[in-house]
Each structure stands twice: as structure tokens, then as C-alpha cells.
């Protein structure tokens, strides 16, 4: 079965940087378009990043632009989000999930269990 | 943005019964809505993806209809494991964009 594994979240202050990972296994994950959604405490989800399979396509949420930078490694199978400027209102769990589908929808069928940011002096 | 509203935004219902949770997307999105699922310290299930398509291994109490701006989400004899809360989500355009949840709870 598809396993995703993020890394990297933490305690970090307001303007600081942090890096997040998200490992794949058991699936061709050079296949597959990545995207990052995030959950501030007792909200609801939010549509971070997005990356296609070959890195040819990049967009970002107007809340990130500017601050954070999606990519990844298909050679190691991983996933990374680049989070600088950090402010309180990033605070959240960060999913990162695979993007399947085609013409009828595009859907995140695929998630981590999500790595948490807190930004806080 | 194209904004997804849901209705309502929490309800309490009892085991064995027809539960319905409507999305309004702020302009027609075609059929391109997906729905999920997600439990306390959970992430996200995807249940139903093109309004009406039910993901491999869902049961198929749950299911989707609906095409432009208006879509529904029914669960005919709701099971313990249903309290949760659902959300909708559009992937008609770029930001992907999450209805605010609705929150299934035992009555």
C-alpha cells in the first residue's frame, strides 16, 4: 500500500524557516503530481502547493506565495516544502498527499499522517 | 477563488439513518468535486472524486451526485464509524479549494 511520511515540522519563531519532507514508498512516485494541504488547530483544510510529476508545474497558495517553495527529488522519492517567513498564522499540520485523476476531476487520494508546524516566540 | 460552501456545518443524527451533506461551489466547477472523510487525529480519506465516483474500497452507503454549482453527499444507514467530519473540494481551477466541513455527531 502507498505510504507517505512526512518530517521536518517543530517549534519555530516568527521569521525563522523550516524545511518538511515526505517520504514515498511502495508506489512509483516519479508518477505522480504532489501537493502539501495544511490544518490549523480545530480548522479546516487548506490547499498549500502543488507540484507535477516532473517538477515542470509549480503553484502556490496567495497565503505562501512568496515565502515558501515546493520541489522535489524523484531519485529519492521525496517530497519537500521550503517554509521562510514564517508567521503565526502557518501554524498547522502539514499533509503532503498525492494528486491523481485526469479530465472528469483531480483528487488527493493519497496522505501522509501530516508534520507539525507551530510558529510562536 | 471559486469558494465551496457546505450545509450544514454540523448535524446529529443517529445510527441507521439517511444523512445528507449539500457543496455550493461560487461558480460552475462541472463535475470536477471531490469529497473526504476525516476522523479526529486522522488525515483526510478521500471517499467520492467526479462528483459520483466512489474510491476503491468505500462502502457503498456513501455516495455523490450532483454537476455545476450544487453536490451532494449521502450516507443511507450511517454506521459508528461514519461520525466524522466531510468536506468537499473543487478541482476545477487552480487554488484548490476545501468547503468548511461538516461534522457528522451522535445524537
Known amino acids: 500500500e502507498v505510504q507517505l511520511v512526512e518530517s521536518g515540522g517543530g517549534l519555530v519563531q516568527p521569521g525563522g524557516s523550516l524545511r518538511l519532507s515526505c517520504a514515498g514508498s511502495?508506489?512509483?512516485?516519479?508518477?505522480?503530481?504532489m501537493t502539501w494541504v495544511r490544518q490549523a488547530p480545530g480548522k479546516g483544510l487548506e490547499w498549500v502547493s502543488y507540484i507535477s510529476s516532473s517538477s515542470s508545474t509549480i503553484y502556490y497558495a496567495d497565503s505562501v506565495k512568496g515565502r515558501f517553495t515546493i520541489s522535489r527529488d524523484n531519485a529519492k522519492n521525496s517530497l519537500y516544502l521550503q517554509m521562510n517567513s514564517l508567521r503565526d498564522d502557518d501554524t498547522a499540520l502539514y499533509y503532503c498527499?498525492?494528486?491523481?485523476?485526469?479530465?472528469?476531476?483531480?483528487?488527493?487520494?493519497?496522505w501522509g499522517q501530516g508534520a507539525l508546524v507551530i510558529v510562536s516566540s | 477563488d471559486i469558494q465551496m460552501t457546505q450545509s450544514p456545518s454540523s448535524l446529529s443524527t443517529s445510527v441507521g439513518d439517511r444523512v445528507t451533506i449539500t457543496c455550493r461551489a461560487s461558480?460552475?466547477?462541472?463535475?470536477?468535486l471531490n469529497w473526504y472523510q476525516q476522523k479526529p487525529g486522522k488525515a483526510p480519506k478521500l471517499l467520492i472524486y467526479?462528483?459520483?465516483s466512489l474510491q476503491s474500497g468505500v462502502p457503498s452507503r456513501f455516495s455523490g451526485s450532483g454537476s455545476g454549482t450544487d453536490f451532494t453527499l449521502t450516507i443511507t444507514s450511517l454506521q459508528p464509524e461514519d461520525f466524522a467530519t466531510y468536506y468537499c473540494q473543487q478541482s476545477f481551477g487552480i487554488p484548490r479549494t476545501f468547503g468548511q466541513g461538516t461534522k457528522v455527531e451522535i445524537k
Open positions: 511502495r508506489f512509483t512516485f516519479s508518477s505522480y503530481d
Open positions: 498527499a498525492t494528486e491523481s485523476g485526469g479530465r472528469t476531476s483531480w483528487y488527493f487520494d493519497y
Open positions: 467526479a462528483a459520483s
Open positions: 461558480q460552475t466547477i462541472s463535475s470536477k
